[in-house]
């Protein structure tokens, strides 16, 4: 299994572009999630998926739209792009399991993101 | 706002020693996981403890929840230059949100050879 990836690996983008960072799992899991991680902090949840065709805002959805149109794939839009989103992108997916919580999360490589 | 402060902030230690990181969260949580992110990598999972339980132990590594005081702290022993990387805590909550962790500000671990 390829686990989670994420493409593009690097980006710079000028103020006012718009973007889809893409990310896929092959592990059938039903859970998938966006973080932004920002120098010197832990990971800020951005949106998550509970699966296909049900996405939540987490705690910093401005700015950003997802959708999930199927298990695999979970991509994120960035609609149009600020300098204050030059962060560190990943994606994480997680297998849901019946009784106590067994979200166990599985990150991908990271997106590197500039916003000039 | 985040859930989880870890502290230190950073810690350096000589191989050999071992390693303890704090981790502080405020609401009631389901379980708490201890991640590891190596410089410019994502982050990768290393152990998680259910509220329920109160030590835990994953070769090494030695995790304990106190959910009396909402405090959780891991354990490196006998430490490897390789152990050298940032650690997280993150909280879960209710199964019905699997997808929501919510992590601490991190802890840099540096193992000096």
Sequence with gaps: NAGVTQTPKFQVLKTGQSMTLQCAQDMNHEYMSWYRQDPGMGLRLIHYSVGAGITDQGEVPNGYNVSRSTTEDFPLRLLSAAPSQTSVYFCASSRRVAGLARNTQYFGPGTRLTVL | SQ???EDPQALSIQEGENATMNCSYKTSINN??????????????????????????SGRLRVTLDTSKKSSSLLITASRAADTASYFCATGGEETSGSRLTFGEGTQLTVNP
């Design chain 2, 3 to 5: 859930q989880g402060e």
């Design chain 2, 32 to 57: 708490l996981q201890w991640y590891r992110q190596n410089s410019g990598r994502g982050l990768v999972h290393l152990i998680l403890i259910r509220s329920n339980e109160r030590e835990k132990h």
